[in-house]
């Protein structure tokens, strides 16, 4: 039963972040069901995997918020990574582009790109085996969480500005925004989880999650800042991605339900 609730969650995961990056990029690259499952599919089996590691028991909603989060947070980060560092693709449909860029120009060789990208999950890593060692080390409380709860928010808000800066300026509001959200959620799911590890980094998937939203379906109008200045090549996607909005929808009704019950269940936390 653990494991079909868990993979319900990675489900609805992988759908949410499928479904905001169908509804952005489609109109300019087209849509295909292989595209859109991709998420979904990467986002169940890392569910399932986070779920059975840190045995989790699905039948909390404490449980499940927090796997949400997590889910999301990781199929971010390897999705981000792969494109980022080890995928080659022609990079001029982009205004900004995805591959690893310094100050706006592609690094073309591969063996950099490559050893870039190890460095940088070195140093997340590091960052995630901090946090983890704060909490060995006995730091608790509402003072560790506002310590630790805008960390993803800044390892968010650092690559955002590495990214989009040199093309579209750099942006204060947009740049702390990040790390205010991250820090909101961190503090709503270290209430029902101890792990430190898993409030910062799930807040981070939450984080992910809510600007995404406000990006995608607040201004539908404004294009995604890697297509800025390019033409509309599928424009009936602009009407069939409309199609997928209650699913949408759907996911986020469930989501707050889910955090109603987990504070309304007996639950305990950091603070």
Request: aromatic share 14%; glycine share 8%; net charge positive.
């Amino acid at each position: 039963m653990d494991i079909a609730i868990a993979l319900a969650v990675g489900l609805a995961a992988g759908a949410h972040t499928a479904t905001w990056g169908m509804f952005k990029d489609a109109p300019y690259e087209g849509f295909t069901w292989r595209t859109y499952s991709r998420s979904i599919v990467l986002s169940a089996g890392i569910a399932v995997l986070v779920a059975v590691i840190a045995d989790f028991d699905m039948s909390s909603a404490s449980s499940m918020v927090v796997l949400f989060g997590l889910t999301y947070v990781i199929e971010r980060a390897m999705t981000e990574f792969y494109k980022t560092f080890l995928r080659d693709e022609d990079q001029s449909k982009y205004f900004i582009p995805m591959q690893l860029a310094i100050r706006g120009r592609v690094v073309r060789r591969r063996w950099q790109r490559w050893l870039l990208g190890a460095a940088y999950a070195v140093v997340v890593a590091l960052i995630v085996l901090g946090i983890d060692a704060l909490q060995d080390a006995g730091v608790d409380g509402l003072p560790a969480v506002l310590v630790i709860g805008s960390l993803g928010g800044w390892i968010s808000a650092f690559g955002g500005a590495w990214k989009d800066a040199p093309l579209e300026g750099f942006q204060l509001f947009k740049f702390f925004r990040s790390p205010l959200v991250a820090l909101t959620y961190s503090l709503l799911l270290a209430a029902i989880t101890t792990n430190f590890v898993y409030f910062s980094m799930g807040a981070l998937g939450y984080t992910v999650a809510t600007l995404e939203t406000y990006k995608t379906f607040f201004k539908p109008s404004v294009p995604r800042g890697k297509f800025a200045g390019k033409p509309i090549l599928y424009p009936d996607m602009l009407t069939r991605r409309v199609h997928f909005v209650p699913l949408y929808v759907t996911i986020w009704v469930a989501v707050v339900i889910g955090f109603v019950v987990a504070f309304a269940q007996p639950h305990h936390g950091v603070i």
